[in-house]
């Protein structure tokens, strides 16, 4: 059974930074395109960053482009994304998700077979 555990969340003030953690377990890392969603109240969840199974190609939303990093360490099976410059804007859920299919960073949730619980991050203004 494949699990996917965010950590790392919390309360921030706008321009500082957190750093998430998503632990695998189940399967190995180095078969799984992953990446971070996110869900803020009354909205629908988005995409907010992807990465490859090698790690060499990233995708980002426009809304966090030069903000955020994604990063993997297939031999620790931990995808980590680093937020810096954080805004109240970016207060939501976030989720790791995993897809076993694809060699692709698909953007849309429904490609993703395997989602974490999710890890609340607040940022106050």
């Known amino acids: 059974q494949v699990q996917l555990v965010e950590s790392g969340g919390g309360l921030v003030q706008a321009g500082g930074s957190l750093r998430l953690s998503c632990v695998v377990s189940?399967?190995?890392?180095?078969?799984?395109?992953m990446a971070w969603f996110r869900q803020a109240p009354g909205k629908e969840r988005e995409f907010v960053s992807g990465i490859s199974v090698s790690g060499d190609i990233t995708d980002y939303a426009d809304f966090v482009k030069g903000r955020f990093t994604i990063s993997r360490d297939n031999a620790k099976n931990t995808v980590a994304l680093q937020m810096n410059s954080l805004k109240p804007e970016d207060t939501a859920v976030y989720y790791c998700?995993?897809?076993?299919?694809?060699?692709?960073?698909?953007?849309?949730?429904?490609?993703?077979?395997?989602w974490g619980q999710g890890t609340q991050v607040t940022v106050s203004s």
């Open positions: 189940g399967r190995a890392l180095s078969t799984l395109v």
């Open positions: 998700a995993a897809d076993r299919n694809t060699r692709l960073i698909a953007t849309t949730e429904r490609p993703y077979n395997y």
